[in-house]
């Protein structure tokens, strides 16, 4: 069932602030006011479930019933990842949004950052 509405959107109230913002591997988010928002490494705090899960999956018979179930749990271990970081980028992004009218921001080359195999992973869950 879908129920389709119309609404009026209430344009936000224009702050007169303005804030540029710097990606950083410490601190997430450090915006030109001095306000830092952490960084949740959602990646490093189910790494090892992830490995574990992985392990079991390679043990498995590719294409038994026994495989796919591990397969799933894998995929899901992933989907929680991905969900848990977007909702954080979404909330994050709402609130500079609501405080200030003006945003800069710098452009990254993350590919080429990404070739530092000692900063590759921290890079990988910040981006």
Do not use: C
Request: charged share 30%; aromatic share 4%.
């Amino acid at each position: 069932m879908s129920i389709l509405t119309e609404t009026e959107v209430q344009p936000l109230e224009k702050t007169g602030s303005s804030v540029g913002i710097d990606v950083g591997l410490k601190d997430f988010v450090i915006l030109s006011d001095g306000i830092t928002y952490k960084n949740p490494k959602f990646f490093r705090t189910l790494e090892e479930k992830l490995a574990k899960a992985q392990r079991i999956l390679s043990r498995r018979t590719k294409g038994s019933s026994n495989w796919n179930k591990q397969r799933v749990k894998t995929a899901r271990i992933h989907e929680h990842i991905a969900n848990a970081r977007a909702d954080y980028l979404h909330k994050l992004s709402t609130e500079i949004i609501k405080n200030h009218d003006v945003i800069g921001m710098k452009d990254l080359q993350i590919s080429n950052m990404l070739k530092n195999r000692k900063l590759a992973k921290a890079i990988s869950e910040v981006s």
